[in-house]
């Protein structure tokens, strides 16, 4: 299982990003898909997840700001990214049924 992240990038505060997460096989059909992130010195924590059937959920931190989805035709995920603050960065890894992950995109928000 391959997952491929990309999307990530500078932007300014209150800025706007959209990553996404493309999964090699057929293991992505009826998959549970989640976002987390790690800033330096810190741990890594959840951001959003998206089941096989669209329902989300999302850290208190990101509420209202980000929203997941996924184009299950496409293997890929796409976490939406609005209303970007400088605490929002991270590397952002995507992770298949909490067992694969990807390689990880810097999302950097700074003036």
């Known amino acids: 299982v391959q997952l491929q992240a990309s999307g990530g990038g500078l932007v300014q505060p209150g800025g706007s990003l959209r990553l996404s997460c493309v999964a090699s096989g057929s293991i992505f059909s009826g998959a549970n898909m989640g976002w987390y992130r790690q800033a330096p010195g810190k741990q890594r924590e959840l951001v959003a997840r998206i089941t096989w059937g669209g329902s989300t959920n999302y850290a208190d931190s990101v509420k209202g700001r980000f929203t997941c989805s996924r184009d299950n035709a496409k293997n890929t995920v796409y976490p939406q990214m609005n209303s970007l603050k400088p605490e929002d960065t991270a590397v952002y890894y995507c992770?298949?049924?909490?067992?694969?992950w990807g390689q990880g995109t810097l999302v950097t928000v700074s003036s």
């Open positions: 992770n298949l049924n909490y067992i694969y």
